[in-house]
């Protein structure tokens, strides 16, 4: 079934929960959408999500909660019970809704293109861009393109974490390296990494999810003969040494994994950390000089730090 009836409620933030958790309960499988403006706004400001060209949130008094229904034949019966429970909500803790209850019909497929007014073509350091697939490009001479759609793995090139990653990359990775790339996520720095000329890519990730997607963004950039995608925990699953290993991850991670890192390391191998807010900065690079790693560079964007060390012998 590809026909959904959405059903949007605009309440209070003191409803929210309430709102959400009926939404919920009353048959939305797919779970229940909260758009607070508070929150978007919030995430814009620090940097910590890839929020591409969301606007901020000029009216912050007002939570949209929404849900989506099969349209069967329990449909009219469910939505006359949602009206009954708001309205009981309402006899508990006062008035708390923005209009009436708002419904449309919505495909799957709506779903799938709602997005796609956010994200756009996107230049990261000198020659390197990644284009959306529904948008057309004319790239320049020089120009390395990954063709890459917003999913369900981290890793787009806007947020600050990966494109710092992406510019470093880009200095410093030479023809015919190997490369392993830990926590994947969508495998954008592994392409990023196959483009610039690196010939034996590991790329590794926990999660299922991302390796699957990370597999069919490699085969769609056709890079799939430089770049084997794993999954396994850290460097589990790699073998031999490498020139480089990437790690965008969060500063926790980082710490468990720096043990590790010397004996995964080429004599003069680069480690390049990132995912590191800049308060834990200092505690990553302490760790890092104590497993016998030289710090040579730290970036910093917004209140997020990539690390890039090397292994001195």
Known sequence: MDKWLEVSV????????????????????????IEDPVLVNT??????????AIPEQKDTQIVTVKAYYPQDDNLAERLEKIEQELQLIEARIGTFRFGPTL?????????????????????????????PSWESFTPEAEDKVIELDPGMAFGTGTHHTTNMCMEILE???????????????SGILSMTAALLGATNIKAVDIDATAVRVAAANIRDNHLEKAIEVKQGDLLQGTQGQ????????????????????????QPHGLFLASG???????????????QGLKVIDIHRRGEWVAILMEKEN
Request: with cysteine; glycine share 8%; hydrophobic share 50%.
């Open 10 to 33: 605009k309440v209070n933030h003191t409803a929210v929960e309430a709102a959400a958790e009926l939404l919920r309960s009353l048959g939305a499988t797919n779970g229940v959408v």
């Open 43 to 52: 995430l814009r400001s620090s940097g910590a999500w890839e929020l591409c």
């Open 103 to 131: 419904f449309r019909t919505v495909s799957e497929q709506d779903w799938a293109n709602e997005w796609k007014q956010y994200f756009h073509v996107t230049r990261v350091g000198k020659h390197l861009v990644i284009k």
């Open 171 to 185: 200095q410093i990775v030479r023809p015919g390296m190997q490369i392993f790339d830990v926590g994947t996520g």
């Open 242 to 265: 490498a020139d480089i290993i990437i790690a965008n991850i969060i500063a926790a991670v980082i710490l468990m994994l720096l043990p590790d890192i010397p004996g995964k390391l």
């Open 276 to 290: 590191i807010i800049g308060e834990r900065s200092e505690e990553i690079t302490t760790a890092a000089v104590q």
